[in-house]
């Protein structure tokens, strides 16, 4: 099974700054790599797939970039609506997917 | 548009089980693999099953392997999971949703095992 870590677990941050999490992967997923979004009480929302290609509707400032087995997500200028928690997510297994433990940005 | 919609709470006891419906909408349900997806409380996401909704084949992730079963009811166009020999750690939204190069997920289903 591949196994997902992110970090930080928790990024406290500002409006307006600068946000970039980071998800390794116990061996390469070459880029079967997405992000989601979770806020509470809501279902996880899809921002990146193929690790660096944005959903459709999601803005600008979400990007993100890796391979094999190192990832990055980076929000250019928080938003209030950013905080929230973050999820990598492996589909190089597809069907037989994994999630990371999620990295938390708050205020 | 694409509607994935899950049965109400639940609560069991111990050593039950419990079965979640999933009924999809707005697209032909044999397109898109469903998977099922839990999120105990205040922790993170963690992948069960994926039922092929064409040929009703199933991937069961290890964990699971032995007390979860997905069906489809294709005449309703919905989905089922089935978890049985439930115990606390079970306690959990689950959610059902299509993770395959289009991305929906159902509003989740919350299970109270107490």
């Known amino acids: 099974e591949i196994v997902l870590t992110q970090s930080p677990a928790t990024l406290s941050l500002s409006l307006g700054e600068r946000a970039t999490l980071s998800c390794r992967a116990s061996?390469?997923?070459?880029?079967?790599l997405a992000w989601y979004q979770q806020k509470p009480g809501q279902a996880p929302r899809l921002l990146i797939y193929?690790?660096?290609y944005r959903a459709t509707g999601i803005p600008a400032r979400f990007s993100g970039s890796g391979s094999g087995t190192d990832f990055t997500l980076t929000i250019s200028s928080l938003e209030p609506e950013d905080f929230a928690v973050y999820y990598c997510?492996?589909?190089?297994?597809?069907?037989?997917?994994?999630f990371g433990p999620g990295t938390k940005i708050d205020l | 548009q694409v509607q994935l919609v899950q049965s109400g709470p639940e609560v069991k006891k111990p050593g039950a089980s419990v079965k979640v419906s999933c009924k999809a909408s707005g697209y032909t349900f044999s397109t898109y693999g469903l998977s099922w997806v839990r999120q105990a409380p205040g922790q993170g996401l963690e992948w069960m099953a994926w039922i092929n909704t064409h040929s009703g084949g199933t991937k069961y992730a290890q964990n699971f392997q032995d007390r979860v079963a997905v069906t489809t009811d294709t005449s309703t166009n919905t989905a089922y999971m089935e978890l049985k020999n439930l115990g606390s750690d079970d306690t959990a939204v689950y959610y059902c949703?299509?993770?395959?190069?289009?991305?929906?997920w159902g509003q989740g289903t919350l299970v109270t095992v107490s």
């Open positions: 997510h492996q589909r190089i297994n597809w069907p037989k997917f994994t």
């Open positions: 061996q390469s997923v070459e880029t079967f």
């Open positions: 949703a299509i993770i395959e190069g289009v991305d929906f």
């Open positions: 193929d690790a660096s």
